[in-house]
């Protein structure tokens, strides 16, 4: 069964039928042809499985994304996000760091200052101009969609649990340093 599907998969991929289209068309045909199910029973399950809350709030939540940005609101929370902090040096982007860490519920293992918190720095150089580029990232994948892309502001030096771990691009810590925090209950 599993190589038919296979089969048919890379087929439908080489007649350049889109992916969802080879996906699906693929298991369907593989489900009919190849097991004792009934077609009635498979559409059903189908759309019994769209039938669920969480697969409609994706598309709801980037239609009502591009509602925001076509009025004008997303520019809107920003110059207010600015206007409520923009005063403090990185005061959006330190909004951000605090609402991600209540958002992913790692406060206050992380972020936070007090005892026991794991706490990161980085010193970026806000005056500083540089290019990204794929061979910089010290990553494994070594893949982004931001390489070539320009920017202003590079950071120059990171401090994990009071040691460098990098400064001025050269990497100083060794691999499995890093530790997994783990989110609240």
């Known amino acids: 069964m599993t190589t038919i599907l296979i089969i048919l998969i890379l087929l439908l991929l080489v007649t350049s039928a889109p992916i969802f289209v080879a996906f699906g068309l693929a298991a369907f045909l593989t489900v009919i042809f190849v097991t004792d199910i009934q077609p009635v029973?498979?559409?059903?399950?189908?759309?019994?499985?769209?039938?669920?809350?969480?697969?409609?709030?994706?598309?709801?939540?980037?239609f009502a994304a591009n509602i925001m940005d076509a009025g004008g609101l997303s520019d809107r929370l920003l110059r207010w996000a600015r206007a409520l902090v923009g005063h403090i040096t990185g005061g959006v982007a330190m909004t951000a760091q605090v609402s991600s860490m209540?958002?992913?519920?790692?406060?206050?293992?992380?972020?936070?200052?007090?005892?026991?918190a794991d706490g990161d720095v980085t010193i970026v150089d806000m005056e500083k101009k540089a290019?990204?580029?794929?061979?910089?990232?010290?990553?494994?994948?070594?893949?982004?969609?931001?390489?070539?892309f320009s920017v202003q502001g590079w950071p120059i030096q990171t401090i994990v649990r009071c040691a460098t771990v990098m400064k001025d691009g050269e990497i100083f810590g060794e691999p499995g340093e890093g530790r997994l925090i783990r989110r609240n209950k």
Request: charged fraction near 20%.
């Open 102 to 116: 209540f958002l992913f519920n790692i406060y206050p293992k992380k972020g936070s200052l007090t005892s026991g």
């Open 131 to 148: 290019t990204i580029k794929r061979e910089d990232l010290h990553s494994k994948s070594k893949v982004t969609a931001y390489d070539g």
């Open 41 to 62: 029973i498979l559409v059903q399950r189908i759309f019994g499985g769209l039938d669920q809350f969480a697969l409609m709030a994706l598309p709801f939540f980037i």
